[in-house]
């Protein structure tokens, strides 16, 4: 079983900029496919970025430019630096495996929220 644990969220002014971690422990070895979540209230859950078999990495067309996906050279960590950060991207983030891949069990997330 794999572990999923989502940290790094809060409170941040418009603009502002925080760099979400997603850990991964249990039965996997290396994140080497993984992708970033988020949900909104009252919206259903939407891809933001994902790493892919590769090295290839995609974005939301929502996000480009501001935010970047990376991993840890042990690849057990990944992360996502949000820079200009807008109040639209206020949201519960997640990670999990990108669509088209078995799904891992879903952390509990960690929230944003950016607000004046």
């Known amino acids: 079983q794999v572990q999923l644990v989502e940290s790094g969220g809060g409170l941040v002014q418009p603009g502002g900029s925080l760099k979400l971690s997603c850990a991964a422990s249990?039965?996997?070895?290396?994140?080497?496919?993984m992708g970033w979540y988020r949900q909104a209230p009252g919206k259903q859950r939407e891809l933001v970025a994902a790493l892919l078999r590769g090295g290839s990495i995609i974005y939301a067309d929502s996000v480009k430019g501001r935010f970047t996906i990376s991993r840890d050279n042990a690849k057990t960590t990944m992360y996502l630096q949000m820079n200009s950060l807008k109040p639209e991207d206020t949201a519960v983030y997640y990670c999990?495996?990108?669509?088209?891949?078995?799904?891992?069990?879903w952390g509990q997330g960690t929230q944003v929220t950016v607000s004046s």
């Open positions: 999990n495996a990108p669509p088209g891949y078995e799904a891992y069990a």
């Open positions: 249990g039965r996997i070895v290396s994140i080497n496919v």
